[in-house]
């Protein structure tokens, strides 16, 4: 039972270059989340899954996009990296459908993305 | 809308002292609250939860924090640390997607 896996635990880009985050979760959990992190402003929110087959926008959708590939995966997607998109990144999941519950939320090991 | 403020960055402590991490929130929606810690280079991890009944809640490794409505607070205490409790600790607030956290306080256990 490995939890929440993320793929690739490191990654550099160059500015305009495009790359896919994976997640991947194996305690049947229906509800999965994106953040990121930075220094001073905690977690923010990027999108979440609900559900399988429903995404919705969080905090700070704006340069990303998520799929959720069925109930194991959930991918965030960079289409054309930015510096200010320099970040770690974490995924999550909790067990019940439905993102407003009090549901423990399990997070991945995260990914660390810098953009130059 | 929710909030949470963690109003100290780091707190530096000296082992088996005690601790106080402070966490305030702003919530328009019934509050369930949590702390969770990130150890270097991990992802983080439920520390405890309030949800309801009693306001004390405890965690396993000698950690509580007391939901306090009327100063809207939810404070982390520990009577005496370990080394081993450093690490980041967030506070967090249920909002209506998603849990809302605090920028975190990097708790700094020294010898």
């Known amino acids: 039972n490995a939890g929440v896996t993320q793929t690739p635990k490191f990654q550099v880009l160059k500015t305009g270059q495009s790359m896919t985050l994976q997640c991947a979760q194996d305690?049947?959990?229906?509800?999965m989340y994106w953040y990121r992190q930075d220094p001073g402003m905690g977690l923010r929110l990027i999108y979440y899954?609900?559900?399988?087959?429903?995404?919705d926008k969080g905090e700070v959708p704006n340069g990303y996009n998520v799929s959720r590939l069925n109930k194991r995966e959930f991918s965030l997607r960079l289409e054309s990296a930015a510096p200010s998109q320099t970040s770690v990144y974490f995924c999550a999941s909790s067990a019940r459908v439905g993102t407003a519950s009090t549901d423990t939320q399990y997070f991945g090991p995260g990914t660390r993305l810098t953009v130059l | 809308a929710q909030s949470v403020t963690q109003l100290d960055s780091q707190v530096p402590v000296f082992e088996e002292a005690p601790v106080e991490l402070r966490c305030n929130y702003s919530?328009?929606?019934?509050?369930?609250l949590f702390w969770y810690v990130q150890y270097p280079n991990q992802g983080l991890q439920l520390l405890l939860k309030y949800l309801s009944g009693s306001t004390l809640v405890k965690s396993i490794n000698g950690f509580e924090a007391e939901f306090n409505k009327s100063q809207t607070s939810f404070h982390l205490r520990k009577p005496s640390v370990h080394i081993s409790d450093t690490a980041e600790y967030f506070c967090a607030v249920r909002g209506t997607r998603a849990l809302t956290f605090g920028s975190g306080t990097r708790l700094q256990v020294q010898p």
């Open positions: 899954s609900a559900s399988e087959g429903t995404t």
């Open positions: 919530s328009s929606v019934s509050v369930y």
């Open positions: 305690m049947n959990h229906n509800s």
